[in-house]
């Protein structure tokens, strides 16, 4: 498998400052113009943002990854070391112990990379909490040491949800990197094997769908159509549901539509697909991030923009509920990419 | 008016309501209701938009809908085969009329 492209951390890149992308976000090309989030949210009634109670703790484990996605806006990759430590989720689990939020959405980087991975998802399970995982598939058949997660996760329930941004290795490795598409099926025929996607078995196999450029994702449920069709047809694998996530105009997915000339129109793109609907359901009412180091966030974006939670719980050692239920949601210019079209969040479509 | 076609005026096609705001009513939900997922997804209208806006070679319409092609899913193999298929009726269109041509010849001739 080679790589589509290296880290901006790496190459010492301005864009892998959280500050440099904020500042582009507010005065690059030609985006003075456009009107502020918050200005587009106001005759919603929606300002300032409040969250609903956290049903979901979404925790970054680390940005170590064995892929170096284009579009990756946590930008991760295999150079990456940030990781989190076992004593951190300990402070997630004795978290988890005393609230009901239900589920637990583990992303990273590649997850399953974080030596404590495994640990962490059975202690989890015990507190009898719902486990998704954020697994980009080709883990699984990186190494002889990952080939029975399928297994691992089948015996746990945990839900999958892995990125395929389309149905052909074409397109899916300009994105992804050379051979992902193939690893990806291999991939899949293994969880399937375990009963993923595969009807009757509950075992939930959900793929995601980014576009492949400064677009917007299409209709997820047309899309879902075709992706099953294709993937049975020529490969024979099964998925359940594809959801549809729209790129957010930070990290390496900036660095992308500044290099193409395509930044000024996208955001523009995104300004005019906002959709009132889809910002009443965005996915940081009801969610609670966690960074790798222990951090808070409305959500994975505003972590990889370094924008905390407004809260005076800021870590996940401190973690108050309802403190953290009378904060108001940090928003930035970024946020156009959850609310336009049919709008987006990690679960997919929200209209 | 420095020049016949401005990009930027796609995004302005609403504003053709500004002179008949009942007509141009009209057309737009029309035009919402002929591209919604229908008997034909919004995919296939979409690449018969873009094969059409090749036929009458309109630019705004080769924008919106190779964008909007690709955002329905459509891959660029499709994209060009709908192309194709364009260029396809209007040579057939041209070639056809060869027998007319020589329906008249035949007609004119000893």
Redesign the interface.
């Known amino acids: 498998m080679s790589q589509a492209t290296t880290s901006l951390h790496r190459r010492g890149a301005d864009l892998a400052n959280a500050a440099f992308q904020l500042n582009v976000l507010h005065h690059g090309d030609s985006v003075e113009n456009l009107p502020s989030f918050a200005e587009k949210l106001r005759p919603s009634g929606l300002m300032p943002l409040r969250p609903l109670s956290p049903e979901i703790l979404q925790v970054n484990v680390g940005k170590m990854c064995n892929q170096a996605c284009k579009h990756c806006h946590v930008d991760a990759g295999p150079d990456r070391t940030e990781i989190m430590t076992r004593e951190t989720m300990q402070q997630c689990l004795d978290v988890l112990a005393r609230t009901d939020i239900g589920t637990v959405d583990l992303t990273g980087g590649a997850p399953e990379m974080n030596p404590d991975f495994r640990w962490f998802v059975d202690e989890i399970h015990a507190l009898g909490r719902k486990v998704m995982v954020r697994c980009n598939l080709t883990i699984i058949v990186s190494n002889p040491k990952y080939r029975d997660l399928p297994k691992f996760y089948a015996e746990r329930g945990v839900h999958v949800v892995s990125s395929l941004p389309f149905y ?1 290795a074409k ?1 899916t490795d300009r994105q992804r990197g050379g051979g992902v598409f193939d690893d990806s099926m291999e991939a899949m025929r293994l969880l399937n094997a375990e009963g993923y996607g595969v009807g009757g078995s509950g075992l939930v196999l959900d793929l995601v769908y980014n ?3 400064a ?5 997820q449920a ?2 879902e ?2 992706f099953k069709r294709v993937l049975s047809d020529k490969h024979g694998v099964a998925f359940n549901s594809l959801i549809c996530i729209t790129n957010m105009p930070i990290s390496r997915f900036l660095e992308y539509l500044i290099d193409s000339g395509n930044y000024g129109r996208y955001m523009e793109t995104l300004v ?1 697909a906002f959709n009132p609907a889809a910002a009443q359901n965005v996915m940081c009412r009801n969610t609670i991030s966690v960074g790798w180091d222990g951090q808070l966030y409305d959500c994975d974006f505003n972590q990889m923009l370094e924008l905390p939670v407004a809260s005076s719980s800021k870590h996940i050692s401190t973690f108050d509920v309802e403190k953290l239920n009378s904060r108001a949601i940090v928003i930035d210019q970024h946020c156009y990419g959850c609310t336009a079209g049919a709008g987006s969040s990690c679960g997919g479509q929200l209209t | 008016m420095s020049t016949y076609y401005d990009p930027k005026d796609l995004g302005k096609f609403g504003e053709i309501a500004e002179f008949q705001p009942a007509l141009a009513e009209k057309f737009f939900s029309w035009y919402g209701d002929v591209f919604a997922e229908g008997a034909l997804t919004q995919r296939e209208k979409s690449l018969i938009a873009l094969a059409v806006a090749h036929a009458v070679q309109c630019p705004y319409c080769i924008d919106a809908y190779s964008t909007d092609s690709l955002q329905k899913g459509a891959t660029e193999e499709m994209m060009m085969e709908a192309v194709h298929v364009a260029a396809a009726i209007r040579g057939g269109a041209s070639l056809v009329h060869g027998v007319m041509m020589m329906n008249k010849v035949k007609e004119v001739s000893m």
């Open positions: 052909d397109h576009p492949l450029g677009l917007l994702p299409g209709p047309s899309l159509k075709e005019n």
